[in-house]
């Protein structure tokens, strides 16, 4: 069975930063794109950034400059530093596997949510 794992939300004021962590586990052959979504009251769920398994980035206008997503592959583990933090930036950040492969299935995962709240 196949868990994404997502750590390292909290409370920061404006011009903080945060590193937030998830960690895929099962049985785990692969994973294609690594990504975060977040989802602000009242708002849909958008993509903040990905990462694909050689590395190649993107990120949505609002955080570029300011976020930073990585990956382990070795660890099915992404990653994102989140500096220069807005109180727009709060929201429930989610941890997105798309297109991981287990011996027998290939599907797109998500993770629980971790909060992060922006405020003085």
Do not use: H
């Not at 099915?76 to 220069?84: A, D, E, G, I, K």
């Not at 727009?88 to 011996?103: F, G, H, I, P, S």
């Amino acid at each position: 069975q196949v868990q994404l794992v997502e750590s390292g939300g909290g409370l920061v004021q404006p011009g903080g930063s945060l590193r937030l962590s998830c960690a895929a586990s099962g049985t785990i052959v692969s994973i294609n794109a690594m990504n975060w979504y977040r989802q602000a009251p009242g708002k849909r769920r958008e993509l903040v950034a990905g990462i694909t398994s050689g590395g190649s980035t993107n990120y949505a206008d609002s955080v570029k400059g300011r976020f930073t997503i990585s990956r382990d592959n070795a660890k099915f583990t992404v990653y994102l530093q989140m500096n220069s933090l807005k109180p727009e930036d709060t929201a429930v950040y989610y941890c997105n596997a798309d297109r991981l492969r287990t011996w027998g299935s290939l599907g797109d995962y998500w993770g629980q949510g971790t909060q992060v709240t922006v405020s003085s």
